[in-house]
T-cell receptor
Framework: DQQVKQNSPSLSVQEGRISILNCDYTNSMFDYFLWYKKYPAEGPTFLISISSIKDKNEDGRFTVFLNKSAKHLSLHIVPSQPGDSAVYFCAASAPSNSGYALNFGKGTSLLVTP | DGGITQSPKYLFRKEGQNVTLSCEQNLNHDAMYWYRQDPGQGLRLIYYSQIVNDFQKGDIAEGYSVSREKKESFPLTVTSAQKNPTAFYLC????????????FGPGTRLLVL
């Protein structure tokens, strides 16, 4: 049962433009959300996160927006660069008796063209 | 230079063989995790450990075993009971299980001969 969904398997954007990657979740108990970037045959790299008490978090070219009522978050990359081409994973977590566990989406492959 | 190391980068398993994947971290993190990634799929949790000498099953623990004898090390054994072991295996750590942000190693690709 996929609790975190990234419905766009791929996205192509021109260099300098904005990239918008979307993520939806079903579990209302999720209270922390993360974005990871992954190159082929490498481990994911943590990009940015947001707590459910906020609706926006910004770090340089990366901004994450959270809409709790819609159970939706998005990652904006402005301006997009060719080096941003990678697979982006959305992850969500909820506290439990065993602590946090991350639930991952299936990823969106971003291609930034010159 | 702190981080998470995984070895080997590639591993080949013969039918009926157990193999062990190594994961070491020098971040002084209490919690460690093992995930599996299949093509076109997200990461799925195999096992995690909150602290030394403690570990818990994740969503897909069948056919796998772990140990946590040292804070820095969390090896994963893929046993012969795991019928579909070919995948990319990722180890991660976090300050503690109360801290959601996890940091990943470079991964090990396991292939079955």
């Amino acid at each position: 049962d996929q609790q975190v969904k990234q419905n766009s398997p791929s996205l192509s954007v021109q260099e300098g433009r904005i990239s918008i990657l979307n993520c939806d979740y079903t579990n209302s108990m999720f209270d922390y959300f993360l974005w990871y970037k992954k190159y082929p045959a490498e481990g994911p790299t943590f990009l940015i996160s947001i707590s459910s008490i906020k609706d926006k978090n910004e770090d340089g070219r990366f901004t994450v927006f959270l809409n709790k009522s819609a159970k939706h978050l998005s990652l904006h990359i402005v301006p997009s660069q060719p080096g941003d081409s990678a697979v982006y994973f959305c992850a969500a977590s909820a506290p439990s008796n065993s602590g946090y566990a991350l639930n991952f989406g299936k990823g969106t492959s971003l291609l930034v063209t010159p | 230079d702190g981080g998470i190391t995984q070895s080997p980068k590639y591993l080949f398993r013969k039918e009926g063989q157990n193999v062990t994947l190594s994961c070491e971290q020098n971040l002084n993190h209490d919690a460690m995790y093992w995930y599996r990634q299949d093509p076109g799929q997200g990461l799925r949790l195999i096992y995690y450990s909150q602290i030394v000498n403690d570990f818990q099953k994740g969503d897909i623990a069948e056919g796998y075993s772990v140990s946590r004898e040292k804070k820095e090390s969390f090896p994963l054994t893929v046993t012969s009971a795991q019928k579909n072991p070919t995948a990319f295996y990722l180890c991660a750590s976090s300050i503690s299980v109360a801290h959601p942000t996890q940091y990943f190693g470079p991964g090990t690709r396991l292939l079955v001969l």
